[in-house]
């Protein structure tokens, strides 16, 4: 029962489809770890999210900023901009049964699994975790961060997007968009949300939020993400993995089978 983690998908389905064939991906058997941002940016949204969805029983996902866009988008019938294309997927007639699916997601995951005939925990989360956060920390906030989304998801949506402000504790808004959109962050940990690039030309005050010793990591073994595509796969720390190599901007999709740590790459279609 292989377990293989798969960057950002971003609605490319051609590619997210010739790399399960290259995996030989058995829903019979094996599971999908999909590291977020399943949709938006490529051509496939709505074919990404139904295959996902009708193969439900074998997929591990975590949410990412587009998945958390769409959703907005959708709970607050926002029209999507200029730069979406999941347009698809919102004129889909069983847009809600998509859309209640990805609402019921975790923002971080973590399963044991056989490595090396030992049992070992992996986590996955789509963008960081905050430096001083335990794995149970992690999984408290995550798991009272998904019951007010739950609760009330015009609202919360709302707060996240910042077009409604007050109704959320700060402290929940700070850890989705830690969970979801973080790349670096300051000296004081705070993430500084206005870098994207790689990680040679960080200013000297911030650094990639995986650099530092993270609590989190004295109970994993192995932390996949996604999200930072232009780090190309490389975080420069052994158990911490990066897998978001820029599919939609026409470089690869990443497939990382967890037991063995091999790779499989899919060239992207796109421009
Ligand atoms: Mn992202």
């Known amino acids: 029962m292989p377990n293989y983690a798969v960057g950002d998908i971003q609605g490319c389905f051609l590619e997210f489809k010739e790399g399960l064939k290259l995996i030989k991906f058995d829903t019979s058997r094996d599971f999908l770890w999909i590291t977020g941002?399943?949709?938006?940016?490529?051509?496939?949204?709505?074919?990404?999210?139904?295959?996902?969805?009708?193969?439900?029983?074998?997929?591990?996902?975590?949410?990412?900023?587009?998945?958390?866009?769409?959703?907005?988008?959708?709970?607050?019938?926002?029209?999507?901009?200029?730069?979406?294309?999941?347009?698809?997927?919102?004129?889909?007639?069983?847009?809600?049964?998509?859309?209640?699916?990805?609402?019921?997601?975790p923002?971080?995951?973590?399963?044991?699994?056989?490595?090396?005939?030992?049992?070992?925990?992996?986590?996955?989360?789509?963008?960081?975790?905050?430096?001083?956060?335990?794995?149970?920390?992690?999984?408290?906030?995550?798991?009272?961060?998904?019951?007010?989304?739950?609760?009330?998801?015009?609202?919360?949506l709302k707060s996240i997007f910042k077009n409604e402000e007050g109704f959320i504790e700060e402290v929940f808004i700070d850890t989705v968009n830690f969970f979801t959109r973080a790349r670096v962050v300051k000296r004081n940990g705070k993430p500084d949300f206005s870098y994207k690039g790689n990680k040679n030309n960080i200013s000297k005050n911030s650094f990639p939020w995986f650099d530092k010793k993270l609590k989190l990591m004295e109970d994993l073994d192995y932390l996949v993400f996604g999200h930072w595509a232009a780090l190309e796969g490389k975080t420069g720390v052994e158990n911490i993995r990066a897998l978001d190599t820029g599919c939609c901007w026409g470089k690869e999709l990443t497939f990382l089978r967890l037991e063995d740590k091999k790779e499989f790459k899919v060239q992207s279609k796109q421009k």
């Open 37 to 105: 941002d399943l949709i938006n940016k490529g051509p496939d949204s709505l074919k990404v999210l139904k295959y996902v969805y009708a193969n439900r029983k074998s997929m591990h996902l975590v949410l990412g900023n587009h998945d958390l866009h769409f959703l907005n988008c959708f709970f607050n019938k926002i029209p999507i901009g200029k730069e979406d294309t999941f347009d698809s997927l919102m004129k889909y007639k069983k847009v809600i049964k998509l859309a209640n699916y990805l609402l019921n997601q």
């Open 107 to 156: 923002f971080v995951f973590s399963k044991k699994i056989f490595i090396d005939k030992k049992i070992q925990s992996v986590g996955m989360v789509h963008a960081g975790i905050p430096l001083d956060m335990s794995l149970k920390k992690v999984e408290i906030l995550s798991r009272l961060i998904k019951m007010k989304l739950l609760s009330n998801p015009k609202k919360f």
